[in-house]
């Protein structure tokens, strides 16, 4: 039985990415298309990060907090390593003081 499930599987992921090659086989021309698929990978890695960082810390209002921090630090264009240690540093000491 796992190895229909896994044949499924098999066979939805390659249809998933198999469907699109052959339906569209002409350069996308429409800007308003364009512009979705641009920017579909970014809202699917956002609606998969986001509910994840409020459930990975003990409490919410150190989610919050690190959040907070993180956005913070990042709209002052601090790199990636820098954004996750305040956020990272940040839900630390807060834990520690709701705890």
Request: proline share 5%; net charge positive.
């Amino acid at each position: 039985m796992i190895y229909l499930y896994i044949l499924v599987m098999a066979l939805v992921t390659y249809l998933i990415r198999m469907i699109p090659l052959t339906v569209f086989r002409k350069k996308i021309t429409s800007p308003f298309i364009c512009s979705f698929l641009y920017y579909v990978p970014y809202a699917c890695l956002t609606a998969m990060t986001v509910p994840a960082v409020f459930y990975a810390t003990g409490s919410l209002p150190s989610a919050v907090a690190g959040v907070a921090v993180a956005v913070i630090l990042a709209c002052c264009r601090r790199n990636l390593v820098t954004v996750a240690a305040g956020a990272c540093l940040t839900v630390f000491i807060v834990e520690q003081f709701l705890t």
